[in-house]
């Protein structure tokens, strides 16, 4: 009952991050339903995306411009590097609005189990960069998994090697409104182990 191309449109959907068949079937019919309000603007949204939109070739950030514009940002300071996992990270970090200095996108973390080394990810511009000697500090946020210690294990012997004597990483614990009750023992731990003096 379904054409192959409402097929295609309904599968290529529900591959998004965070949709499934469903999800995609309810998009497939909003987008076809209201074609010349969003489907029209959204093709060429994608379209001038796919084109214009690129990897900023120094901390890897997604971009219309090369250098990024926060690479470019004479305000930051070029003496810190907040190293993340994704650009989801870097503008998660962003919305905070409590970071100034610099970023490095990884590209992902390791995992022997998917066959990522430090090969397939970003590492080497990284070390570059810190080789070029005006980096002091490095910032590991990479998230609280076993792949994301690995890779911060991995990272902070290297960074050692390079003589970069400030290598610190986020602090993990207690969310800010979270409740003790409601809160699982690997993050109460953290917490107690990352205490500080009041």
């Known amino acids: 009952m379904i054409s192959d191309e409402l097929k295609t449109l309904i599968h290529l959907l529900s591959r998004l991050p965070g949709l499934g068949p469903r999800s995609g079937k309810r998009i497939a019919l909003h987008l076809l339903q209201n074609r010349a309000t969003t489907l029209t603007a959204l093709a060429e949204s994608l379209h001038v995306a796919g084109v214009k939109v690129k990897d900023c070739t120094i901390c890897g950030n997604l971009d219309s411009q090369n250098p990024c514009s926060l690479c470019q940002d004479s305000r930051r300071d070029t003496s810190v590097i907040c190293v993340v996992e994704s650009v989801a990270d870097l503008w998660a970090l962003e919305r905070s609005a409590s970071f100034k200095g610099h970023y490095h996108v990884l590209g992902g973390v390791l995992s022997a189990l998917d066959g990522i080394g430090p090969e397939e990810l970003r590492f080497s511009s990284l070390f570059q960069r810190c080789q070029q000697g005006s980096v002091y500090e490095i910032i590991l946020a990479l998230n609280a998994t076993v792949e994301g210690q690995t890779t911060s294990h ?39 182990l990352s205490r500080r003096v009041v």
Do not use: M, N
């Open 154 to 192: 991995y990272l902070t012997e290297h960074l050692k090697e390079l003589g970069i004597a400030h290598i610190s990483s986020l602090a993990r614990g207690v969310p800010v409104g979270g409740e003790l009750d409601y809160l699982d023992e690997g993050t109460l731990s953290a917490a107690l």
